[in-house]
C-alpha cells in the first residue's frame, strides 16, 4: 500500500492518467477503497470499473497502456499476476513470468546463482510436512548461528538470526507460518549492501548502498525496511571503488542470469576480508520514500519522477 501510495504520488500528471488499483486479500479487484480515495485526495485519477480495466469481450482491449506493479510477496511478485497480464496483453513494469517465479524462489536461485561461480552462504531447505514427522532429526542437523527465514516470501518476514536451540525451534514454527517450505541457511557476518539494477537487454547497475541497522533491529528486517528510525542508508556505500565494481558487476550477472527486466535490486553480505555473497534478487524492490531503489537513483542523478519515466519506457519496450 505505501509502494502504490508514493508511486502515484510522484508520476508526472502531465504525462500520465492514473488510474489506482488495489488486489485484496480475497483477490477481488478494487477501484475504490479507503487507500485509493486517499491516493485520489492527493492527486489527480481516473475513474474506471473493473470491466474497464480487464477485457471481458472476444478482441476487446483493455483501456490501460501500462500497468506499474507496486506489488510485493506472493501473488504480486511471483510472476503470478505477470502470467495474467501477459494474457491480458497489457504491458508491466518490472520482470516477466519465468524471472519473478525463479526470483521469488531464494533456494532455485542461490543455486542458479553457485553454477556461475558466485559466492552464497551454505543452506538446506526443510519442508513442513517432513519436518513435523521427525522435528529433532532435522534440528540436529542445524550446527552454529544460521538464518531461518521462509523460502518464497519477501519484506523479511518471518526471518530469524539465532544460535540458540530453542530460538531455532520458535524460528522454524515462525518461518512455518509464512511458507510451507523454509531455508536454514549459515550465518554469514559482515556488511549489509545492495545494488539496484536498472534495464532489459542492457542493464546497468546503480550506486550500491549500504544497509546499516539500529536501534534493536539487527538486521535488514520488516521494520527496518520501512520505517526510517530503524536503519541507516548510505548511498554511495563508503566501500572500495574495486569493491563496489564488483558487487555492481555481480548484479548485472544475476539480473541477466535470471532474464530480469525493469528494475531489480540485489542483497549481499560483505566479509572483512571482502569476500562477496549473494543473498537474493528482488524484482519488484520496495518503492516508498524510505526505500533503497530511490536513494540510489536519485544518487545516480534521477529524481523519483525520471525513475518511474524510465521504469514506464522499459516496460513499453518490446525486446
Avoid at 485484496?24 to 485519477?45: C, E, F, M, R
Avoid at 530460538?167 to 554469514?188: C, L, P, R, S, T
Wanted: charged share 25%; glycine share 6%; with cysteine.
Amino acid at each position: 500500500m505505501r509502494t502504490g501510495e508514493t508511486v502515484a504520488s510522484y508520476l508526472n500528471p502531465k504525462k500520465y492518467d492514473v488510474i489506482p488499483v488495489e488486489i485484496s486479500k480475497a483477490g477481488k479487484w478494487l477501484t475504490s477503497s479507503p487507500v485509493i480515495k486517499q491516493i485520489a485526495s492527493k492527486i489527480k485519477t481516473q475513474k474506471v470499473s473493473t470491466s474497464d480495466l480487464v477485457p471481458v469481450e472476444k478482441d476487446e482491449k483493455a483501456k490501460v497502456d501500462v500497468a506499474l506493479l507496486a506489488l510485493h510477496g506472493p501473488g504480486g511478485e511471483d510472476g503470478t499476476i505477470q502470467g495474467m497480464l501477459e494474457l491480458l496483453k497489457i504491458p508491466y513494469t518490472c520482470s516477466g513470468v519465468l524471472a519473478s517465479a525463479l526470483a521469488m524462489d531464494k533456494d532455485k536461485t542461490k543455486r542458479l546463482v553457485a553454477l556461475e561461480g558466485i559466492l552464497v552462504a551454505p543452506h538446506f531447505i526443510l519442508r513442513k510436512s517432513e519436518y513435523n514427522k521427525n522435528p529433532g532429526r532435522f534440528l540436529a542437523k542445524i550446527k552454529g548461528k544460521v538464518v531461518i527465514k521462509p523460502n518464497r516470501i519477501g519484506s523479511s518476514l518471518g526471518v530469524t538470526i539465532t544460535d540458540k536451540k530453542e530460538k531455532i525451534k520458535n524460528g522454524i514454527k515462525d518461518a512455518f507460518i509464512h511458507d510451507e517450505e523454509i531455508m536454514i541457511e549459515a550465518y554469514i557476518s559482515g556488511r549489509e549492501l545492495t545494488v539496484p539494477v536498472l534495464g532489459n537487454r542492457d542493464p546497468k547497475a546503480m550506486p550500491v548502498v549500504e544497509i546499516i541497522p539500529k536501534r534493536g533491529s539487527k538486521f535488514f528486517d520488516f521494520r527496518a525496511k520501512y520505517d526510517p528510525l530503524f536503519c541507516d542508508e548510505i548511498v554511495p556505500a563508503e566501500i572500495p571503488k574495486n569493491l563496489a565494481n564488483k558487487l555492481q558487476e555481480i548484479s548485472v550477472i544475476v539480473h541477466k542470469l535470471l532474464d530480469c527486466r525493469g528494475v531489480t535490486r540485489s542483497d549481499f553480505i560483505v566479509t572483512k576480508t571482502h569476500q562477496i555473497y549473494f543473498l537474493e534478487i528482488n524484482t519488484i524492490p520496495g518503492m516508498t520514500a524510505n526505500s533503497l531503489v530511490p536513494k540510489s537513483a536519485l544518487a545516480a542523478g534521477m529524481s523519483y519522477s525520471q525513475f518511474l519515466d524510465k521504469l514506464i519506457q522499459l516496460a513499453r519496450q518490446k525486446d
